[in-house]
């Protein structure tokens, strides 16, 4: 990639990578050396810049604090065996990114700032990428509002951030889940499509109900009949349903996962039916119950695939099969890392080289 603009940096001088032991990985605890910050104020971007990873100063009043004007994306980074880093789909990221902040009243972020930002972030923490099997770049860019004002309304201020975290071999254990059926995390109408911070916040007292009850997650249902599935925990939820690649269709209540879209496009490659719509509780009870649910996972960039082994509905467990290395979810989370890793074509151009 192309540098068309030039970042002011300012490099560390206490580097913390030889803290980073690249074996034992800890998700989301150590963040590599710098970070890109931008700010917008009197209607536009500011010049952005790289400075060493650290703590900000904001005003008590800051509105995101008290308000939740706050978005986020979630991404990685992949070295290959020659050591080059490529991002996945990071414009997808952007495009979402930009949807978030529509929603949110917040400003779009240039491409220009975002790519170049990345990039020449992460060329200078080249060596925070980790290049062990299964490991990654993980690359967290967030917006936020820094009026120091608390009348409600947008925000005139903003900060865009990006940070970086090395993360490990993500242990897909096979999931419990239960369906949930009287809290939601989004509405019809609401803000579930955008990668806002309240989606998340809210998300934890039913999460931490289901964990009490030896759950790992729930699958969410729709708000109105809380019969229909939606996503599941923080992740895009997919069957297998004999033969065929089930998954509820996107609304403003679901959030369009880049994993998700990915999936989908790998399985319409490989011949297989794909169905984006409702899907009912019942439906995958009915399927259970005849032999046809023959795979369940959620999808999403911090496991690409993690599997369901139990669902639970109104007290009772449904076991489900366990996924055979020939199983679909198998495939493509084998044929999506031998893409992010430079060992399979990139048919779709989804990696970017920086
Ligand atoms: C981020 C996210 C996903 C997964 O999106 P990816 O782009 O695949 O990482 C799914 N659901 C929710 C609610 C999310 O916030």
């Known amino acids: 990639m192309l ?202 007292y039913p999460t931490r109900l289901a964990q009490e009850e030896g759950y790992n997650q729930l699958i969410w249902t729709d708000a109105s009949e809380h019969q229909y599935v939606e996503e599941s925990g923080t992740m895009n939820a997919i069957f297998v349903l004999d033969g065929r690649l089930v998954t509820p269709a996107l609304s403003t209540s679901i959030l369009d996962g880049i994993t998700r879209r990915s999936i989908l496009q790998l399985a319409r490659d490989w011949g297989m039916p794909v169905e984006e719509r409702k899907v009912s509780i019942f439906e995958l009870l009915e399927a259970h119950r005849a032999g046809k649910l023959e795979e369940a996972f959620g999808v999403g960039t911090a496991a690409t695939i993690a599997p369901m082994a139990t669902i639970g509905y109104q007290g009772e467990d449904f076991e489900l099969p366990v996924a055979g290395p020939d199983a679909f979810s198998k495939r493509a989370s084998a044929a999506l890392h031998a893409i992010r890793i430079g060992e399979a074509p990139d048919e779709h151009r989804w990696m970017v080289r920086i």
């Not at 931008?38 to 400075?51: A, F, H, K, S, T």
């Not at 972020?109 to 925070?128: K, N, S, T």
């Not at 967030?142 to 090395?166: H, K, L, N, W």
């Open 3 to 204: 540098d068309t603009l030039s970042i002011r940096t300012q490099r560390t001088t206490a580097s913390r990578l030889s803290q980073l032991d690249p074996e034992h990985i800890e998700f989301g605890k150590i963040f590599a050396d710098h970070m890109l910050v931008v700010d917008y104020r009197d209607g536009e971007w500011q010049e952005p810049q790289i400075l060493p990873y650290g703590e900000m100063t904001v005003s008590p009043a800051n509105s995101a604090l008290h308000y939740g004007q706050a978005i986020f994306e979630g991404m990685k980074a992949y070295k290959n065996a020659e050591g080059e880093i490529a991002l996945f789909r990071p414009l997808d990221n952007l495009h979402r990114l930009n949807a978030s902040a529509e929603r949110m009243c917040m400003p779009h972020v240039p491409e220009e700032v975002f790519m170049q930002g990345l990039a020449q972030l992460i060329r200078l923490d080249a060596d925070w990428v980790p290049n062990a099997p299964g490991s990654a770049l993980y690359i967290r860019p967030f917006m936020f509002a820094t009026d120091g004002f608390i009348g409600v309304r947008p925000s005139e201020s903003y900060r865009f951030v990006i940070f970086t975290c090395p993360v490990g071999l993500y242990y897909n254990k096979p999931l419990r889940v239960r369906f949930e059926q009287k809290y939601v995390r989004s509405a019809e109408g609401g803000a579930g499509f955008a990668k806002n911070a309240g989606n998340y916040g809210a998300a934890m």
